[in-house]
Structure formats: structure tokens, C-alpha cells
């Protein structure tokens, strides 16, 4: 997919992208959230950025723990899901300090060094251009920053994958199918394929400049986080 076709496809979904992603994920997304926000290892007045936001689950956690004293930029290009962010903060949580950016991950519209901590949640898989994408969020970060990324993968072992496909096909494409939405899920199972392996996204974080990557698999290998550190 070209970037419109992403923006467009993310944008027609936007009113339904919380109940199909917590579908996807067996509610188990909520967890791995919290796991990702852990690693980056946030503390009260730091300033965090979180790439490809989406409805804004993972900012509103990171401005928790940045607290009042803190700040929280979260960055989508999908504007229709950047206004769900929007209210929701309002909503949630009125007193944080978050500020909601249209705004593409591979040109993102911040100062070299400007972040203490960062996370992505399922969006570096859909972006076009991954090793630019690293780029950039090294860039952005200071020195001795982290980073969280998560995203679903494809498992190694078969029977996981029978799985995996069982769900999406079974499960996730027929709920998104009643929304009228069934072509923007069916696109998922592709983009798994195409997605680097965890080891591979390790070469390309380090290829990104970042000192250290690790990338912790979860859910049998269908999850996985990339913890990233700038030296």
C-alpha cells in the first residue's frame, strides 16, 4: 500500500478501531501496552512521544507516568483517529499535558534530540518505509532514550500460525465484515507476511543507529515488543 491508501484505510476505520483491535488482540492488548510503556522506562516529568498513536491508548498511559510535571506528543497522520485521541484525553484524562500532531512517522516534525522515552504501537508494520521510519524515531530521541515498539507478527512454529490464520479468517474479518469494514481487515494476513522477523528488526534498529535492540516475542510468537536504546 501506498501512504494515502494507509491514511485512508486507518481513517474509514477509526470509528471502530478500539472494539476490532481489542478482537484482534483477545483483549490481551491492554497488557502488552502496559509492558511496552514499562520498557521504556518513563519517569515523572519526561517528555515521551508515541508514533502512530491511533486512538491513543499508549499516550494516555505514557502521560500517566510523565504525570503533570511531564508533557506527551502523540503523532498520527490519520486525523479521524487523532480526534477520537483527542476526546478521549479530554475525557480520561483532562489534567495531563498531551498534545495530539497530524503528522507521518517518516518525517516526523520535531528537533534532533527532543524525547526522553517512546513507544509504537502497531504501526511500524504499516509503515512504507521501516528502516526510515527507525531513522527518524533515533533521531527524534535523546541520548539514553528508549524505545517500545509493538506489533503483531507471523510465529515461527506452524501450528501457531495455523492459528493465527484460523483467527483472522474465523474471527477478526468476519467481525470487521459486519462493520462494512471486511477489505480494510483482510488486509492484516499480508502485512504479517511482509512484516520482518523479530531478529530482522533488530539488524534494522541497529542499522538505525540505536546502540542496543532486543525484541521480546509474546503470545507465542504473534506479538512481539523491539526495545530500542540510543547511546
Same mark, same amino acid.
Given at each position: 500500500m501506498k501512504d494515502e491508501q494507509i491514511k485512508?484505510? /486507518?481513517?474509514?476505520?477509526?470509528?471502530?478501531?478500539?472494539r476490532l483491535n481489542n478482537t484482534l488482540s483477545l483483549g490481551l492488548h491492554r497488557v502488552w501496552k502496559l509492558m511496552a510503556v514499562k520498557w521504556t522506562e518513563v519517569k515523572p516529568g519526561d517528555v515521551g512521544l508515541d508514533v502512530c498513536c491511533g486512538s491513543g491508548d499508549l499516550a494516555l498511559l505514557l502521560a500517566k507516568q510523565v504525570g503533570i510535571t511531564g508533557k506527551v506528543v502523540g503523532?498520527? /497522520?490519520a486525523e479521524d483517529l487523532l480526534e477520537i485521541a483527542r476526546q478521549r484525553s479530554i475525557t480520561q484524562s483532562p489534567r495531563l499535558n498531551i498534545s495530539w500532531i497530524a503528522a507521518d512517522a517518516l518525517a516526523l516534525p520535531f528537533a534532533n534530540c527532543t524525547f526522553d522515552c517512546a513507544t509504537m504501537g502497531y504501526g511500524l508494520r504499516n509503515v512504507t518505509d521501516i528502516p526510515r521510519c527507525l531513522s527518524e524515531l533515533h533521531r527524534v530521541l535523546k541520548s539514553g532514550a528508549k524505545a517500545a515498539i509493538l506489533d503483531f507478527h507471523r510465529p515461527s512454529q506452524l501450528i501457531f500460525q495455523q492459528f493465527q490464520q484460523w483467527y483472522l479468517d474465523k474471527i477478526v474479518v468476519p467481525s470487521a465484515e459486519k462493520l462494512g469494514l471486511r477489505d480494510d481487515y483482510a488486509y492484516i494476513a499480508p502485512s504479517l507476511e511482509r512484516f520482518p522477523l523479530g531478529s530482522e528488526q533488530v539488524k534494522l534498529a541497529r542499522q538505525a543507529g540505536f546502540a542496543q535492540a532486543t525484541h521480546y516475542k509474546l503470545a507465542a510468537g504473534m506479538m512481539g515488543i523491539l526495545v530500542l536504546k540510543k547511546a
Open positions: 485512508q484505510l /486507518f481513517n474509514r476505520i477509526a470509528p471502530e478501531y478500539d503523532v498520527d /497522520f
